[in-house]
């Protein structure tokens, strides 16, 4: 099993905003005095239920959004605390895909106590072993039993989750939010990162480019979609992949988080081994009655368009994440996403004209060590 090379020298994870913590030391700081009491006050009543111990309270990991998690003991082991700030995030989503997942048997952070209102949520504690950094360790052992067993496990985990979620509740993954996606990337990455203007011929050029993916996607049969389901939001758990951050699970195209979990934001493969994880996710679905075609050619296609629509969307928030959010860390994986998508527009008929777009923003010795 191979791997792109920049996968084993990309292994220090560069990005912390998800790596898990235990450091106790390590103080919590609340911006808000008024949003510091409110929490304080929740976290005394749940004291008595779950044997709360207030002084370990401690960070253990933020992401890209607004929201943040605390770990906390208690009598039965450690809790997580999510505080998602309610003029930025609401948690309802979170709770309400967090109850579809139990209903399915599938393992994820299990909402014990809510307070909605602020934005503060109790969960139960999956650990520390973050698929990603496992993922890593062994590519950059050789260990190969290891990287198959992580991504059968995913795979298998992904047939479950498209089996047994229960899609009818979760909103649309329509074209207005395809399309309100793809927007992003002239937005925040031709223009706020490049400071290109493209023209009336070049704005015709991506306007095609964007029917002809919004197309495939709504063309392909729906199911719950994770929509970033990659080894970052995956726990190694001793009964199974633990799935986190799924509050913005929509009913969706099928092939969206196969491609999300083989062309993933952190680390690539070879295109051989890319197929292979595809194939075998093919094949369980298959299996499983879920509704992909019977020849994996007419699976891989839609899959790989998905995947492009996919990057095009990432490469505008990573850039919105450093101009807007002041989180720059993430534009370091630019060229990743840019030849993912220029291998896509340049394999297939009618997307030639969006790779050629593209290419002037790419520059070739920026993303050629991902090829």
């Known amino acids: 099993m191979r791997t792109n090379p920049q996968a084993t020298r ?60 605390l770990r906390i003991d208690g009598a039965s082991g450690s809790f997580i605390v999510m505080d998602a700030p309610p003029e930025h995030e609401d948690v309802r989503p979170f709770v309400h895909v967090a109850g579809l997942i139990a209903s399915a048997r599938l393992n994820a952070p299990q909402v014990l106590a809510q307070d909605v209102a602020h934005g503060f949520l109790l969960l139960s504690d999956l650990g520390s072993r973050l698929y990603l950094a496992e993922l890593q360790q062994a590519v950059a052992a050789g260990d190969t039993p290891s990287i198959d067993r992580l991504m059968r496990s995913a795979m298998s985990t992904l047939v479950m989750w498209q089996q047994h979620v229960d899609a009818s509740t979760l909103p649309a993954y329509d074209a207005a939010l395809l399309r309100r996606e793809l927007a992003l990337f002239p937005e925040w990455c031709v223009q706020r990162e490049f400071g290109v203007t493209w023209d009336a011929e070049q704005q015709a050029v991506w306007a095609s480019s964007c029917n002809l993916l919004v197309t495939s996607a709504l063309a392909q049969p729906t199911v719950a979609v994770h929509r970033d389901y990659m080894p970052r939001n995956l726990m190694v758990c001793d009964d199974g992949p633990g799935i986190l951050d799924f509050q913005d699970a929509v009913r969706g195209p099928i092939s969206y988080d196969v491609a999300s979990m083989v062309r993933d934001a952190f680390i690539s493969w070879d295109e051989e081994q890319e197929l292979d994880f595809a194939i075998r996710y093919w094949q369980q ?59 896509v527009a340049t394999r297939y008929e009618g997307l030639g004209p969006l790779a050629r777009l593209i290419e002037p923003l790419m520059g070739a010795t920026r993303v050629e060590a991902f090829y």
Request: hydrophobic letters at 40%; one cysteine or more; proline letters at 8%.
């Open 10 to 69: 990309d292994l220090r994870y560069r990005h912390t905003m998800n790596t898990p913590s235990d450091k106790s030391s390590q103080a919590v700081v609340w911006a808000d005095d008024r949003r510091r009491d409110a929490f304080t006050r929740w976290l005394a009543e749940l004291v008595p239920a779950h044997g709360l111990r207030p002084n370990t309270l401690r960070p253990a990991s933020s992401d890209a959004s607004f929201r943040r998690y």
């Open 285 to 343: 679905a298959r299996q499983a009655g879920l509704p992909v075609p019977a020849d994996f050619g007419e699976f891989w296609k839609p899959l790989e368009w998905m995947g492009l629509q996919r990057h095009l969307k990432v490469l505008g928030i990573f850039c919105r994440l450093k101009h807007r959010d002041g989180k720059p860390a993430y534009s370091a994986d630019l060229p990743r996403f840019f030849a993912y998508a220029h291998k």
